[in-house]
């Protein structure tokens, strides 16, 4: 059994412990110690990282009652010096430590319990019961949180047998078997668990919720704790900063200025797109076919605008046959019309030019699309086209 340091202390950073056994599994490499103060991953909190002597240790899980650290290479039987990366451990503490706050206050103060907790790399969050907050009900939560947290409360932890534990007012019922590690803080919350927390309240510093969503049949809130929520607020405070300056505007006025400028790009898009209408209709009604066929190559066109210059042009020669080649970095596209009095089936007629190299052809008898693999002599498909129409013009 190894001896578990990080309950007797969370704040132990550093500790002499022997590997008394290794192995490897689908996770990869792994030591066993006598002792530790490596948290294995549980409750909803990430385990710790850190070193044994030299060795990386990248995670560390508990399996069959067996605390693996997983480590990169191999580590020999013998004693090291192990330490945890502190800077993981500590936000681990006040995210953790947060969260049993945040709980309790949205249970006692509102009703809402908390389903389920998650500790990520970048997100913390809790699922709670209902399906709606209010905006009033976060702030309200929020500030008698970071209240707690100014009182500077202890923190402390407790091993009581199953019997002490069924005669105790617990937030929930313990998960676990055996004695029960309780979590208490003063007569704010106590609670059966195994995560690693804070000395007292003060130690998180500040707790802010950063959003709620929908998550099944409740709410899922978002919030920061301590140096992440510092972390975030320097964020925030960063991209205000280059928002102040880019639009002109102090910060309680920039969602106004930031609508205003996308309204105006909204409207020059608009403008935009009527003109480029309007130099496509231009361009159509420029367009002079050699007898009632038009073959033009437009390299570096876009597909949709090629297209739309196709329909306009058949729209003013309605006897016109055209084939529009756009050659590409790696293939080709072809758009191939007729106008409403000339015959025959573009569709067919592409086909049978592309697919001949391997190329693949859709649309309909009068508008037909088309790609294939770029071919060095484009002229091949302009004297198959021309060839084809002269067949059926």
């Avoid at 929908?214 to 929520?229: D, I, N, P």
């Avoid at 001949?356 to 693999?373: H, I, M």
Wanted: with cysteine; hydrophobic share 35%; charged share 25%.
């Amino acid at each position: 059994m190894t001896e578990k340091i990080y309950y007797q202390d969370a704040g132990i950073m550093t500790a002499t412990a022997k590997v008394k056994a290794s192995g490897t599994d689908g996770k990869g490499n792994y030591a066993v110690l006598d002792r530790t103060c490596f948290y294995p991953e549980g409750g909803g909190q990430p385990s710790d990282t850190g070193v044994i002597g030299q060795t990386v240790v990248r995670d560390v899980q508990l399996i069959d009652g067996e605390i693996r650290h997983y480590i990169e290479g191999k580590v020999e039987m013998g004693e090291y010096e192990i330490a945890i990366d502190w800077e993981r451990r500590f936000d681990h503490m006040q995210q953790h430590t947060g969260q049993h706050l945040l709980s309790a206050v949205f249970e006692d103060e509102l009703g809402m319990a908390t389903k389920s907790f998650h500790l990520g790399v970048e997100r913390v969050s809790i699922d709670l019961d209902v399906r709606e907050i209010s905006n009033g009900q976060l702030n309200e939560v929020e500030q008698q949180v970071n209240s707690l947290i100014y009182s500077q409360i202890p923190i402390e932890t407790e091993w009581v047998t199953q019997n002490q534990a069924a005669e105790m007012k617990l937030r929930k019922e313990p998960a676990v078997e055996g004695d029960i590690r309780l979590v208490k803080v003063a007569d704010i919350d106590i609670n059966a668990c195994g995560g690693t927390h804070v000395h007292n309240t003060g130690q998180l510093g500040l707790l802010k919720i950063i959003r709620t969503e929908k998550a099944k049949t409740g709410t899922r809130v978002y919030f920061l704790c301590g140096h992440r929520a510092m972390k975030h607020f320097r964020l925030l405070q960063s991209v205000t900063d280059q928002l102040t300056k880019s639009l002109n505007a102090p910060a309680a006025e920039l969602a106004g200025a930031a609508a205003a400028v996308l309204d105006d790009r909204k409207e020059k898009e608009k403008q935009l797109k009527k003109l480029a209408l309007e130099l496509v209709k231009l361009e159509a009604e420029s367009l002079e076919p050699d007898g009632n066929i038009i073959v033009r190559n437009y390299s570096g066109r876009p597909i949709k605008e090629v297209q739309q210059l196709a329909k306009l042009a058949i729209e003013n020669h309605p006897s016109l046959y055209l084939l529009f080649i756009v050659p590409e970095e790696e293939s080709v596209r072809f758009v191939c019309a007729k106008g409403k009095n000339a015959a025959g089936d573009m569709k067919e007629i592409l086909g049978e030019i592309v697919e001949a190299k391997g190329g693949k052809v859709g649309g309909t008898e009068s508008l037909a699309q088309g790609g294939g693999p770029l071919d060095d002599n484009l002229e091949v498909y302009s004297e198959a086209f021309q060839n084809k129409i002269k067949g059926i013009a």
